[in-house]
């Protein structure tokens, strides 16, 4: 959806010009490139900014991939995140379709792509903000590794996840490998995808994307529940 689209009063959502960089990462992914650098902890500094990788974070070992199922909630305790999940495709422009402008509190899920738990990165995007309060990623930068994110399925598993890495990737030198393409053959991954950076009024879209990497370190039935 274009800015002009916009229904009105819908603020500072995400805009077709942030999700036009994810759809570029969904070109690449989609053709395989995903040779880049795998989950690394050192800091990164210039047009990708390091958000939280602190050295010495002990890490669980990768849980052997799970079979497809769709998502339905995700949770992030760490910080607060309780969410029902939507199947989303692409929109008429290309692009990734967000979830509806009058459910900020609902995040999306690539339905193309990965299910979550499966070998590969199943991509999930939701808003940063609205005019008036914060939407459902708004703390996603606050994210830092060893913390998990449970993904409730339809098979009636959850699918939990450890995340490893968060980075700020500025739209200007975009790297779709390191930010959407699996950082490990073999692993369940998972990408929490938002705007980020500064809000430009003039172009009304974010100078950035907030993207956190997890993989897959458990399995959960419903019921259970997983300390942060």
Known sequence: MSVSDRPAGTG???TGVAWAVLLLGLWL???EITDGPGGSSAPTTGDVAAVGRPLGVPLPPAHKPLDGAAPERVEIPSIGVEAPVVRRGLDEGGAIDPPPYGKPQTVGWYGSGTEPGAEGAALFVGHVDTETKPA??????????????RVARSDGSVAVFTIDDVQVFTRERFDARKAYGPREDGRAELRLI?????YDRKTRSYTANVVVSAYLTGQDSAGAKTPA
């Open 12 to 14: 500072r959502l995400l």
């Open 29 to 31: 992914w989609g053709r």
């Open 136 to 149: 459902v990623f708004y703390g996603l930068s606050a994210a830092r590794p060893g913390e998990k994110v």
């Open 194 to 198: 938002t705007c980020g950076g500064t």
